[in-house]
């Protein structure tokens, strides 16, 4: 009886040090498969089925900032490839779009700041390679040029669409607000035509959307609104052209939908997470990068009401064979990738190699991946095979 007694003691004991660590048991489904309503539900654990390697790349082409402008280099941002493959950046601070040989030689430039047709009033948001054509968005527009920089036609949007992806000449997926009274709005994720009138609703999600903070300063309250990848829950989404499928998640959680592109969930990719908690110093360092031109003094007001953990996964890549690359965040500008194949199970844990430290700034497509590495006074793009996918 004595025995049995101290059991119940020491199981109480480790569920009242579980719950004050914010430490969770794994939950009896991980590792399990199950269909609810016509859907496959994967349950992975934490740890992948066959351990974790450190991804190898190889060099394919480096386009440095000074080459373009060496008074004034320009801040590279997005890429894409044509089939000769040359290749095409944009500048993140302007609307400016690069275009480069196969070898990256500069070939030519264009896109102009404005509110005429084929300009834009502040820098891209994405662009895409369609049958022969380049197709640039913003929040309020998008438009279609040739390949040399020929303006063809654009579309404007009566409304704010955020994370655009173009998914053919006729449709776009992209976020909206379903209302802008900040009490009763609803973050959705869509399928939209190119006037920007939606097609299809594929995620909604009330809690999602833009981080917004009250800051109180000498009795005043000022409402800050921002987007950080790193703390803020949205809904984000992949597309794969080859499969037409969907990826779709919230940030703040480790679960991922695969839908068609007529929004029908096909399959939700589970594993079981723990967020990893803000220390003081990644705060500062998030607020740095948001807020670059606050001053010290605001940057401290604003560090005590940060969110206390990072969000969960921020990224997800689309591999040969069917399966993803999912980028889990362990720390500031700091990143694995997990590897799920085409069955939704957990297979590899790939650690970054030497060239992209923390996978901050990447981008993944196929066997290619590719960062923009900032230096002390330029941006150099760098273009990688990765040579060793366990896939």
């Known amino acids: 009886m004595l ?31 199950k269909t609810v309503d016509g859907v496959l539900n ?21 386009i440095d ?57 502040r820098g891209i948001y994405s662009f895409k390679i369609i049958n022969k054509n380049l197709w640039l968005s913003h929040s309020r527009k998008l438009a279609c040029f040739g390949l040399n920089g020929d303006f063809i036609r654009e579309w404007k949007f009566n409304r704010n669409i955020t994370f655009i992806e173009m998914v053919d000449e006729e449709k ?83 679960t991922i939908y695969r839908k068609n592109i007529n929004g029908i969930t096909e399959m939700v990719i589970r594993r079981y997470f723990q967020p990893v908690a803000l220390t003081d110093k990644d705060r500062m360092n998030i607020i740095s990068q948001v807020f670059s031109d606050w001053s010290s003094e605001r940057k ?37 990738l997990d590897i799920f194949d085409s069955q939704g199970q957990f297979i590899y844990t790939l650690k970054s190699p030497p060239e992209l430290p923390g996978f901050y700034r990447i981008d993944i497509s196929g066997k290619m991946i590719w960062v923009t590495k900032e230096l002390e006074d330029r941006d150099v793009f760098i273009l990688y095979e990765m040579t060793n996918l366990p896939v």
């Open 65 to 121: 900032s000074v080459s373009i402008d060496r008074q004034n280099p320009p801040g590279l941002h997005l890429f894409a490839r044509d089939s000769k493959k040359n290749t095409f950046i944009c500048d993140r601070r302007t609307p400016r779009m690069y275009r480069f040989s196969a070898e990256g030689k500069l070939l030519n430039q264009f896109l102009r700041k404005g509110e005429g047709p084929g300009e834009f009033s």
């Open 42 to 62: 994967v349950y992975n654990p934490s740890k992948p089925l066959k351990g974790s390697k450190t991804l190898e790349v190889k060099e394919l082409l480096r």
């Open 3 to 33: 025995i049995m007694l101290m059991r119940i003691k020491l199981r109480e004991w480790v569920l009242i040090f579980t719950r004050q660590s914010g430490q969770t048991s794994m939950p009896s489904s991980a590792g399990k498969k």
């Open 300 to 336: 401290k007001l604003l560090k005590d009401v940060l969110p206390t953990a990072f969000v969960a996964i921020n990224l997800i890549g689309i591999l040969p064979g069917g399966h993803i690359a999912v980028r889990r965040i362990t720390g500031f500008r700091k990143h694995v």
């Open 172 to 254: 776009l997926i992209g976020n909206i607000y379903e209302s802008d009274l900040s009490e009763q709005r609803n973050r959705v994720c869509a399928l939209f035509d190119r006037n920007g009138e939606i097609i299809q609703p594929l995620f909604r999600d009330k809690k999602a959307g833009f981080t917004e903070i009250q800051l109180q300063n000498n009795g005043n309250i000022r409402i800050i609104r921002f987007f950080s990848g790193l703390i803020t829950n949205d809904i984000l989404h992949t597309y794969d052209p080859g499969k037409g499928r969907v990826f779709i998640f919230r940030s703040s959680e480790y």
